[in-house]
């Protein structure tokens, strides 16, 4: 379930703000009856919604996975006319990232127009799995893994308690490679965390998201999701 000025934006009509304006309107119309408040929400795959007396058409539900490049917007389009993610895949269906990676951030990230299956995989309480690989300023101490393993208090809180460990150690550079696998999905909250125990990142990449991960894939390729594996995420989202 979406809030339906969000459902009509997707489904490229008009910005949310302008559905915003038909809705209070009176000129959008869920199962024949007319709906007037912001915070209704409809599914478009089951209700029958009508935006001045022009059906939503019901997109067939797609599922991609983007090994998304450094230096591009998690958006479907940038004012500034930087690149974006939707950039690097075709497809006919008006598509858009589940959560968002950083600017400076590569790695896995889910696209879709299947906003009920986005919102389960988004939800704080699913925990599902995202590992990091993470280039950092300095060595870590045994102190600093346990204190990402722990959780790391931040501005915004204590984090969930992650899994963290030393991949490579480079003395003469001074840098080490981590790996770090959370289920919480802050803002910028690998950065903060490894920022927060003393080892700022250099370059940050996604590796896995549940059970999905880069293996045959370039910076900027995509493919479609098996059936089995948007089976698996849902799987994953519920338990």
């Known amino acids: 379930m979406e809030r339906l000025q969000k459902i009509i934006a997707n489904a490229g009509i008009t910005s949310r703000r ?25 599914d478009i795959h089951q209700d029958e919604i009508i935006v001045n007396g022009v059906p939503l058409e019901k997109e067939e539900p797609v599922y991609f996975l983007l090994y998304k490049p450094s230096n591009v917007i998690s958006s479907v389009k940038d004012e500034s006319g930087r690149k974006v993610v939707t950039d690097f895949i075709p497809a006919e269906q008006r598509i858009y990232p589940v959560g968002r990676l950083d600017f400076d951030t590569s790695g896995v990230l889910i696209m879709t127009n299947d906003g009920e299956f986005a919102n389960m995989l988004m939800h704080p309480k699913y925990k599902v799995e995202k590992t990091y690989i993470a280039k950092v300023e300095g060595i870590p101490s045994k102190q600093a893994v346990q204190k990402l393993n722990r959780g790391v208090k931040l501005e915004d809180g204590k984090t969930a308690p992650g899994f963290a460990k030393v991949r490579k150690t480079d003395n003469k550079k001074g840098t080490a490679i981590i790996e770090l696998t959370i289920h919480e999905g802050r803002n910028r909250q690998v950065r903060r965390m490894l920022e927060a125990v003393g080892h700022p990142v250099i370059k940050l990449k996604r590796e896995r998201y549940g059970i999905l991960d880069l293996k045959g894939m370039n910076a900027g390729e995509y493919r479609e999701l098996k059936p089995h594996e948007v089976k698996k995420l849902r799987e994953l989202s519920v338990t």
């Open 18 to 42: 302008k559905a915003e304006t038909l809705i209070t309107g009176g000129k959008v119309k869920v199962n024949g009856e007319t709906v007037t408040e912001l915070g209704f929400k409809a």
